[in-house]
């Protein structure tokens, strides 16, 4: 058995009309996410790799703690060269 590499990036995203700005996901994961003066997040843009597992788990209970479910992660996959 060996070690499984998480390859590509993710990102956070977030659905507004479903977010209600209460905050949680900035208290989850701070560092993918600030929030504005009325709690709603301002999302890190950056595709983020795969690799930082303590970012991903972050962002993992981000999204599973929002209590609108208005966030989303985004998997980007990495291309591969022909």
């Given at each position: 058995?060996?070690?499984?590499?998480?390859?590509?990036?993710?990102?956070?995203?977030?659905?507004?009309?479903?977010?209600?700005g209460f905050g949680h996901c900035a208290e989850l994961a701070p560092e993918?996410?600030?929030?504005?003066?009325?709690?709603?997040?301002?999302?890190?843009?950056?595709?983020?790799?795969?690799?930082?597992?303590?970012?991903?788990?972050?962002?993992?209970?981000?999204?599973?703690?929002?209590?609108?479910?208005?966030?989303?992660?985004?998997?980007?996959?990495?291309?591969?060269?022909?």
């Open positions: 058995m060996g070690v499984r590499r998480r390859s590509g990036a993710f990102i956070l995203q977030v659905n507004p009309i479903l977010c209600d993918l996410v600030k929030t504005d003066e009325w709690g709603y997040p301002i999302l890190k843009s950056d595709p983020v790799p795969l690799a930082d597992a303590g970012t991903y788990e972050s962002a993992r209970y981000a999204e599973r703690g929002c209590p609108r479910q208005a966030l989303h992660i985004h998997r980007i996959s990495e291309k591969k060269p022909h």
